[in-house]
Every structure is written in structure tokens, then in C-alpha cells.
């Protein structure tokens, strides 16, 4: 009356091989370091965030601290109180500008790093390099008469 483990077919037992693991990887090694990747950009994104932060969180905290003095010197010591609310909308937006300033580089290059394509670079250098070099020169007067 009752099932043993015997009684089981063994089917399963006969049928398994060896797993495989260099032929299991060898696909995911290659799509991080290709096209395919789903890291690609990783390095771009992660240079971007952090060019956005520091940017934004040192602009702001500068400026939460010197805008109620600049306020409090040029409009009397009640200003910072009854402008708080407009000095700190102010701190936001200028830090939102400084931040977008220094990550633009960064997600330049990350827009061609995700881009891809032929030719397309795949790292965060590369697509440096490769944006110093289709730079127009700052002076073109100057580049000009060189």
C-alpha cells in the first residue's frame, strides 16, 4: 500500500549531462563588454549622476547659506524671513542650472555611448575623446589665423 521512492521512475536521472559553465558564461562576458550589453552607458550614467549631484547638492547648500545674508545686506534684516520662501525657490533654480552645467558633458557622451551604431564609442573615454575631437575650437577666430 505504499509508494517508496523506488517505485519512482528514474527518467530524470538518466537524462541529465554536466552543466556547462564555460559555454553558460561566455555569452554574458561578451554582452558586457559589447554592443548588446545591458551595462553599456553603466559608466557614462554613473559619471553623469555624479557630476549632477555634486553640482546640485554644493550649489544649493551655498547658496541656501549666502543668499539670506546677500538678502539680509542689501534689504534690511527682515528680508531673509519674508523672502524665505523666494530665496529658496531661487537656490533651487540656479543650482538646477549649475548641475545641468557640469552633467551636459557627460550626457552628451552618454547619448552616443547608448546610441551606438557603427563607429559608436562604448565607453565613457572613448566617447570623451571622441567629442574633444568633433569639438569646434572655442575661438575660431583665433584657430582661423593659426
Known amino acids: 500500500g505504499s509508494l517508496l521512492l ?4 528514474r ?3 538518466s537524462k541529465t549531462e554536466e552543466p556547462d559553465l564555460e559555454a553558460d558564461l561566455k555569452p554574458d562576458f561578451e554582452a558586457v563588454s559589447g554592443v548588446d550589453s545591458p551595462w553599456l552607458g553603466l559608466d557614462t550614467s554613473v559619471a553623469a549622476g555624479f557630476a549632477m549631484g555634486a553640482g546640485s547638492f554644493g550649489t544649493y547648500e551655498f547658496l541656501k547659506r549666502s543668499l539670506p545674508q ?5 534689504l534690511g534684516p527682515a528680508a531673509p524671513a519674508e523672502l524665505s520662501f523666494q530665496i529658496l525657490l531661487l537656490a ?13 558633458p557627460f550626457e552628451t557622451c552618454r547619448a552616443k555611448v547608448m546610441a551606438g551604431g557603427a563607429g559608436a564609442p ?3 573615454v572613448d566617447a570623451l575623446r571622441a567629442q574633444v575631437a568633433s569639438a ?4 575660431p577666430a583665433a584657430a582661423a589665423s593659426a
Do not use: G, K, N, R
Not at 6 to 9: I, M, N, Q, T
Not at 92 to 104: E, G, P
Open 6 to 9: 523506488e517505485d519512482v521512475p
Open 11 to 13: 527518467e530524470a536521472e
Open 70 to 74: 546677500l538678502a539680509a545686506s542689501a
Open 92 to 104: 533651487c533654480i540656479i543650482q538646477a542650472m549649475v548641475s545641468a552645467f557640469f552633467a551636459s
Open 122 to 124: 562604448t565607453t565613457l
Open 136 to 139: 569646434p575650437p572655442a575661438y
